[in-house]
């Protein structure tokens, strides 16, 4: 857009010839008239060579605009932790915080030459080192090349670097390789629980193999965890929801990139007082689960999941009337962390381990059972204490379509075609106005 913007002021951009091109990586491609390429060409490089860089001095300041990652530090909370995922710029200043010798000398292509000594040991006749410069201005540059200095600027996303010109080079060529195109994976997460007496009847063996009528066949290890087709999982769980005998919890669905983590967190807190002899504080103690996904391609392209799995519930028995008021609760958490590959199209099961369950159950009679008085003979309780499984299926798939454009944008675009749309007619402006906030009181 830049480099368009510039040729239409200067007069040279001619619209028969268009530059096609991806904008982000700055490259393009533009077909004509071999002088008119040639002029594009030499723009193009001219420009190159303004936007180089800012000299100053010996000093050269570079300016670096990052396309696919972020320049500064990502934090965010887990549970307790705070957690940083380190920016190009932090990566970067690690990079060189070890270097004990002047980066100057390690880009440099050719070491310092050696001083021209006289024959005869004349004296009185200074030494020059290479370019005539004298040893002082010689060491004067050498400790300039090690004050390189880089700075985050987030608003544009962008890398300050100040240095030598080798060294900006050096940063720019650095961060060319780190600035990459991540791809998207969408994370699907199912969170089921299971009877234990269902599951076994299912054919079930966490330690063998399950089998669901002739069709699904997994083959399970030690570690209870497999790989499974997860649309034929899901249709056997919901055939047991609907007798209730299955119980999906939850059921996530998470967007992310590839080496970017990715978290759900269903969590309840409860707080205490810690009093002592001369201050009282407030604790607090966090369960709940927790799913923790890094996700990455491997070279066969399955994805590989580093994972990690909390699950706590409260184990205080509802039924005790005898614990006293500032009795804690009994907190009890289940962890996972492995690490596991999906084939295409696969999902990963995880978990199998038992809990108990106690149920309470109030069924009636359609509309006998709200009668007031004679209600209560149409309506019936049961109670269930029960071995509940649970387990979690995680689905990973890498988004490779583009989104598919929203349905007004799809109108304007016939409408455009049919030649009906007029951008400037303030009656269709109101009315698109009205019709968006419609859709906003509706979600």
Same mark, same amino acid.
């Not at 519930?313 to 005790?320: A, G, I, L, R, V």
């Not at 304007?412 to 007029?422: D, E, R, T, V, Y």
């Given at each position: 857009?830049?480099?368009?913007?510039?040729?239409? &002021?200067?007069?040279?951009?001619?619209?028969?010839?268009?530059?096609?091109?991806?904008?982000? #990586?700055?490259?393009?491609?533009?077909?004509?008239?071999? !002088?008119?390429?040639?002029?594009? !060409?030499?723009?193009?490089?001219?420009?190159? #060579?303004?936007?180089?860089?800012?000299?100053?001095?010996?000093?050269? +300041?570079?300016?670096?605009?990052?396309?696919?990652?972020?320049?500064?530090?990502?934090?965010?909370?887990?549970?307790?932790?705070?957690?940083?995922?380190?920016?190009?710029?932090?990566?970067?200043?690690?990079?060189?915080?070890?270097?004990?010798?002047?980066?100057?000398?390690?880009?440099?292509?050719?070491?310092?030459?050696?001083?021209?000594?006289?024959?005869?040991?004349?004296?009185?006749?200074?030494?020059?080192?290479?370019?005539?410069?004298?040893?002082?201005?010689?060491?004067?540059?050498?400790?300039?090349?090690?004050?390189?200095?880089?700075?985050?600027?987030?608003? =544009?996303?962008?890398?300050?670097?100040?240095?030598?010109?080798?060294?900006?080079? @050096?940063?720019?060529?650095?961060? #060319?390789?780190?600035?990459?195109?991540?791809?998207? !994976?969408?994370? /699907?997460?199912?969170?089921?629980?299971?009877?234990?007496?269902?599951?076994? &009847?299912?054919?079930? /063996?966490?330690?063998?193999?399950?089998?669901?009528?002739?069709?699904?066949?997994?083959?399970?290890?030690?570690?209870?965890?497999?790989?499974?087709?997860?649309?034929? @999982?899901?249709?056997?769980?919901?055939?047991?929801?609907?007798?209730?005998?299955? =119980?999906?919890?939850?059921?996530?669905?998470?967007?992310?990139?590839?080496? !970017?983590?990715? +978290?759900?967190?269903?969590?309840?807190?409860?707080?205490?007082?810690?009093?002592?002899? &001369?201050?009282?504080?407030?604790?607090?103690?966090?369960?709940?689960?927790?799913?923790? $996904?890094?996700?990455?391609?491997?070279?066969?392209?399955?994805?590989?999941?580093?994972?990690?799995?909390?699950?706590?519930?409260?184990?205080?028995?509802?039924?005790?009337?005898?614990?006293?008021?500032?009795?804690?609760?009994? $907190?009890?958490?289940?962890?996972?962390?492995?690490?596991?590959?999906?084939?295409?199209?696969?999902?990963?099961?995880?978990?199998?381990?038992?809990?108990?369950?106690?149920?309470?159950?109030?069924?009636?009679?359609?509309?006998?059972?709200?009668?007031?008085?004679?209600?209560?003979?149409?309506?019936?309780?049961?109670?269930?204490?029960?071995?509940?499984?649970?387990?979690?299926?995680?689905?990973?798939?890498?988004?490779?379509?583009?989104?598919?454009?929203?349905? /007004?944008?799809?109108?304007?675009? +016939?409408?455009?075609?049919?030649?009906?749309?007029?951008?400037?007619?303030?009656?269709?402006?109101?009315?698109?106005?009205?019709?968006?906030?419609?859709?906003?009181?509706?979600?």
């Amino acid at each position: 857009n830049e480099f368009n913007n510039f040729l239409k &002021r200067s007069g040279l951009y001619n619209k028969n010839y268009p530059l096609r091109g991806d904008n982000r #990586k700055g490259t393009f491609y533009v077909s004509g008239p071999p !002088v008119y390429v040639d002029m594009v !060409v030499n723009a193009a490089t001219m420009m190159d #060579k303004q936007n180089d860089g800012i000299e100053l001095g010996r000093q050269k +300041i570079g300016v670096m605009r990052l396309n696919n990652t972020f320049v500064g530090d990502r934090t965010y909370n887990l549970r307790d932790q705070k957690m940083v995922i380190p920016g190009i710029a932090t990566a970067i200043e690690r990079l060189l915080q070890g270097e004990e010798q002047p980066l100057g000398n390690i880009v440099s292509s050719e070491p310092p030459a050696m001083p021209a000594f006289s024959a005869n040991g004349e004296k009185g006749k200074a030494a020059n080192y290479a370019g005539g410069m004298s040893l002082q201005e010689a060491l004067k540059q050498n400790a300039a090349a090690g004050n390189i200095k880089i700075v985050a600027y987030p608003d =544009t996303n962008s890398l300050l670097v100040k240095g030598t010109a080798e060294q900006v080079h @050096f940063i720019e060529m650095l961060v #060319k390789a780190l600035d990459v195109a991540k791809r998207h !994976v969408e994370l /699907s997460l199912w969170i089921v629980d299971l009877n234990k007496s269902d599951l076994e &009847r299912l054919g079930t /063996s966490w330690s063998g193999s399950i089998t669901i009528g002739d069709k699904l066949g997994v083959s399970l290890n030690q570690s209870s965890i497999s790989t499974l087709d997860g649309s034929r @999982f899901i249709a056997a769980v919901n055939a047991l929801e609907e007798k209730k005998q299955a =119980t999906v919890v939850s059921r996530p669905v998470l967007l992310t990139q590839e080496n !970017v983590p990715a +978290i759900f967190d269903n969590n309840r807190t409860f707080y205490t007082k810690l009093i002592g002899e &001369r201050n009282v504080a407030l604790e607090h103690v966090t369960y709940g689960t927790m799913i923790r $996904v890094l996700p990455r391609f491997s070279a066969d392209g399955q994805i590989e999941m580093s994972l990690d799995i909390e699950d706590g519930n409260d184990k205080t028995p509802q039924s005790d009337t005898t614990t006293s008021v500032d009795a804690l609760p009994e $907190v009890g958490r289940t962890l996972i962390s492995t690490i596991a590959r999906v084939p295409h199209g696969k999902s990963l099961l995880v978990g199998g381990y038992t809990r108990d369950a106690n149920t309470d159950t109030v069924q009636s009679i359609p509309f006998l059972g709200k009668l007031p008085l004679i209600g209560s003979l149409f309506r019936y309780s049961s109670k269930n204490k029960s071995n509940v499984v649970r387990v979690f299926m995680i689905e990973p798939k890498e988004i490779v379509d583009p989104l598919t454009p929203d349905a /007004s944008e799809s109108v304007n675009n +016939i409408l455009k075609q049919s030649g009906a749309w007029s951008g400037d007619d303030k009656l269709q402006k109101w009315v698109r106005v009205y019709l968006d906030r419609g859709q906003e009181a509706i979600k």
